[in-house]
Nanobody
Framework: QVQLVESGGGLVQAGDSLRLSCTAS????????MGWFRQPPGKEREFVAA????????YYADSAKDRFTISRDNAKNTVYLQINSLKPEDTAVYYC?????????????????WGQGTQVTVSS
């Protein structure tokens, strides 16, 4: 079992930056592929970014390629999502997820563990 705890969300203004963090409870964190997803109000959950166990491979949704950066620090059991130039349409609950595989996935159904989410609200 892996417990994931997200942090770093909040109320920000358009143009600001945020770094979300997700810390895992397991020492074997380094073997897990990690992903970030978000669910805007009234919409379905969507993929944002994913990173391989080593950090050597990253994948982004088309909407996230320019302003989002996913990274991880296996020594700290933590994965990050840096978001720059925030826009009101980035408003969502952001979730991190862990997949018990070294292979990266972009489909949420392929992840085994989820955090509780952190709210990001961007005002115009």
């Amino acid at each position: 079992q892996v417990q994931l705890v997200e942090s770093g969300g909040g109320l920000v203004q358009a143009g600001d930056s945020l770094r979300l963090s997700c810390t895992a409870s397991r020492r074997t964190f380094s073997r897990y592929g990690m992903g970030w997803f978000r669910q805007p109000p009234g919409k379905e959950r969507e993929f944002v970014a994913a990173i391989s166990w080593s950090g050597g491979k990253t994948y982004y949704a088309d909407s996230a390629k320019d302003r989002f950066t996913i990274s991880r620090d296996n020594a700290k059991n933590t994965v990050y999502l840096q978001i720059n130039s925030l826009k009101p349409e980035d408003t969502a609950v952001y979730y991190c997820a862990a997949r018990d595989s070294i292979v990266v996935a972009t489909n949420g159904n392929e992840y085994d563990y989820w955090g509780q989410g952190t709210q990001v609200t961007v005002s115009s």
